[in-house]
């Protein structure tokens, strides 16, 4: 009896051992889950804590630049009362009326004094922003075509603006000869090996102008027509070119039933575009832009020959200073009378020929040339404006 008794003990003691390990262990486990638990919530507590101080920099720092914009909203309003009575504006316009012709950058200054007068929806603000952008050589006044651009979107008209305008007005960029332009041209450091360090599409592109006028070319199926007529003669040189800037509304180019507004034409030497690896003497491209805002070239190469008699009376009116359209008075032209009889054509999908070199320009260049004499090209006022020809890449040329 004694001996069940005695192994009974042991068994319960050893039930008592067991239940008392497993207890101590299930203690120590969940004060060990706990631990483990209070260690995330610490740390989630720090992230948290890392996150609210991130949040109160970024609010104090917004807080920073709305006052910042407030104070600029404050000035605005200021300049904006000063404009309100109009007086300034008044003399601003009398004085550019006796003038009779304004440049570019007159246009865009005196749309900026309408806009702070009256509004910056005003009808001749926008008017005056948009004939600026007219009259204005691409890249040749890059400060004038960005702010007329960038007005006209503040005026809420839908405008393409450039790349090369984005935040330009905030940042202007000074390449030496000039704090408001991008310097460049066709020779040294500012050559067109150069122009893509400033504007992308230059090197970029892959519908580049001008082009090798080579075969084998596909049938073109386009008709294109010129309307020119005649126009007071308007001149500009522009530091890289001469530009007879046109009466807006008096010539027209018709491709298919597409209709483009001459806005200006103006000359290369050599000829920009090659025919079979060639150049001749000079090329004149007549830009045009439709109500979309596409834009034709129509480009004529000029032979080394005949004295040509428009070429002479435009030489004999050279602007007497550069920068500013010069009216010579009483003097009118009719581009048409620098185009061949015979408008047979080679085309082609390329690129404004200086920078920002834009693409989606529709280029028509007439298989037939015009004579200019050799006395002629050696008075044209520079020796060399012609960017050498691009590649042709995946393109096909075109003739009628």
């Known amino acids: 009896m004694k001996k069940y008794l005695r192994i009974g003990l042991e068994v319960l003691l050893v039930i008592l051992l067991v239940a008392s390990s497993t207890f101590a262990y299930l203690n120590f486990s969940g004060k060990k ?11 989630e507590l720090d992230e948290t804590k890392d996150t609210l101080d991130k949040t109160k920099e970024q609010l104090e720092d917004a807080q920073k630049k709305t006052e910042a914009l407030e ?60 004939k600026s952008l007219d009259i204005a050589e691409l890249g040749a006044r890059m400060q004038a075509v960005c702010a007329a ?6 005026a809420g008209k839908k405008v393409k603006v450039l790349a090369e305008c984005t935040g330009k007005l905030e940042k202007p960029i000074d390449h030496g000869k000039s ?23 230059c090197a970029a592109g892959k519908k580049q102008s001008p082009l090798n006028i080579v075969g084998p070319f596909e049938k073109s199926k386009e008709v294109v027509k010129a309307d020119y007529k005649e126009s007071p003669m308007k001149i500009l040189n522009n530091g890289h070119t ?14 298919n039933k597409e209709q483009y507004e ?7 030497r050599p000829s920009e575009e090659q025919v079979d690896g060639k150049n001749l003497a000079m090329t004149v491209h007549f830009v045009h832009k439709s109500k979309e805002g596409k834009l034709a070239v129509l480009g004529v190469l000029m032979n080394e020959g005949k004295e040509n008699a428009t070429i002479k009376s435009l030489w004999a009116n050279l602007p007497p200073k550069e920068g500013e359209e010069y009216l010579p008075a009483k003097m009118i032209i009719n581009p048409s009378s620098l185009l061949p009889s015979d408008m047979s054509f080679f085309s082609y999908e390329g690129s404004l020929t200086t920078p920002p070199c834009t693409e989606g320009v529709s280029f028509f260049i007439l298989k037939n040339n015009v004579d200019l004499s050799k006395a002629q090209v050696a008075k044209f006022p520079f020796k060399l404006n012609a960017r050498p020809v691009q590649a042709l890449n995946d393109r096909k040329i075109y003739a009628n």
């Open 33 to 43: 889950h706990l631990s483990i638990d209070m260690e995330e919530v610490a740390a």
């Open 71 to 130: 104070e600029t909203v404050k000035q605005f309003d200021v300049v904006k009362q000063a404009f309100a009575n109009g007086v300034l504006l008044q003399d601003i316009e009398a004085l550019y009326k006796a003038q009779k012709v304004l440049n570019a950058e007159r246009l865009v200054g005196l749309g900026t004094v309408r806009q702070l007068s009256k509004g910056f929806e005003d009808a001749s603000a926008v008017e005056a922003f948009q």
């Open 242 to 255: 001469i530009q007879v800037n046109i009466e807006p509304g008096t010539s027209t180019l018709t491709v």
């Open 179 to 201: 704090a408001q332009n991008v310097h460049w041209g066709y020779e040294g450091d500012h050559g067109p090996e150069h122009w893509g360090a400033n504007f992308a599409t």
């Open 262 to 268: 001459l806005l200006q034409f103006h000359f290369h």
């Open 149 to 154: 651009q960038n007005s006209l979107v503040s």
